[in-house]
């Protein structure tokens, strides 16, 4: 249901995110890498996380009225 595509979506952009925070391109050789770095990000933002979730509840409430 949508809800729980809605948590899953939302895991896997935190998942993104707490990546960032490690050196994960240059684990797999993609610091060099221009599209990698544009899709996958590389600063690691407390925001982003904020903007994720409240995106999510947006979705939800749109939803779900």
Same mark, same amino acid.
């Given at each position: 249901? #949508? %809800?729980?595509? #809605?948590? =899953? @979506?939302?895991?896997? #952009? %935190?998942?993104? $995110? %707490? *990546?960032? /925070?490690? +050196?994960? /391109? $240059?684990? *797999?050789? =993609?610091? +060099? +890498?221009? *599209?990698?770095? *544009?899709?996958?990000?590389?600063? %690691?933002?407390?925001?982003?996380? @904020? #903007? &994720?979730? /409240?995106?999510?509840?947006? @979705? /939800?409430?749109? $939803? &779900?009225?």
């Amino acid at each position: 249901d #949508a %809800f729980k595509l #809605a948590i =899953l @979506v939302l895991m896997f #952009a %935190f998942l993104i $995110e %707490f *990546l960032q /925070l490690t +050196n994960f /391109l $240059e684990l *797999l050789n =993609l610091q +060099n +890498n221009h *599209l990698a770095k *544009l899709i996958l990000g590389t600063t %690691f933002r407390f925001t982003d996380l @904020v #903007a &994720y979730t /409240l995106g999510i509840i947006s @979705v /939800l409430i749109i $939803e &779900y009225k």
